[in-house]
């Protein structure tokens, strides 16, 4: 089972519907992707998480978090879609990720039905953070450096990240998903 949790405030609930709407198709194009990425036949799941804003007093971060998911059961693999950024990390995005583990910083876009913002900014960190763990699952060793070498060439080289439609198919114009480019591991799987 993958487990989405999108992490909001009170005072946001009501003003973040669009967001979270594109989290539940997110979770839906996951499961499909990771099929066809990793061979892998997984249950989603996706929620929300009501939290306090952060302040220097009450703070969430991820040892919060990882115990939140030893809460719920560590046999689940937890996905956190965060309002902050993990303070310490060894991705080169903003997220984090241990055994069945996942997290990212979710960026909220000025526009609650700006679908190519999230689809370019998280979408795409969302598929770095799982490739880790599903190589990882593979016993795949080297899998760090192997994400990071690909990242590195969507954020600095010319490699496109790879789109996708609504329904779930590659699309060549108006994504609503992107993700990272899985040619490399999926000679692995
Ligand atoms: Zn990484």
């Avoid at 984090?96 to 960026?107: P, T, V």
């Avoid at 450096?145 to 590195?152: M, T, Y």
Wanted: glycine share 4%; proline share 3%; charged share 25%.
């Amino acid at each position: 089972m993958l487990h989405f949790i999108f992490l909001v405030t009170r005072d946001d609930l009501d003003t973040r519907t669009g967001e979270y709407q594109y989290i539940q198709l997110l979770s839906e194009f996951y499961k499909k992707w990771i099929h066809d990425t990793f061979s892998k036949d997984i249950e989603v799941q996706c929620d929300q998480m009501l939290v306090q804003k952060q302040s220097i007093l009450r703070r969430i971060d991820t040892a919060t978090l990882l115990e939140d998911h030893r809460k719920r059961g560590q046999e689940t693999f937890h996905f956190y879609l965060c309002n902050f950024r993990p303070l310490w990390t060894d991705c080169t995005c903003e997220g984090y990720h241990a055994e069945n583990f996942g997290m990212i910083y979710w960026q909220k876009p000025k526009n609650q039905n700006d679908i190519s913002f999230m689809a370019q900014k998280n979408c795409t960190a969302v598929s770095h953070e799982l490739s880790h763990e599903f190589l990882r699952q593979k016993k795949f060793k080297k899998h760090a450096e192997l994400v990071h070498d690909v990242w590195s060439k969507h954020i600095f080289g010319d490699l496109p990240f790879v789109q996708y439609g609504k329904n779930f198919e590659p699309t060549t114009k108006d994504p609503y998903f992107m993700t990272i480019d899985t040619t490399d591991m999926k000679v692995i799987v």
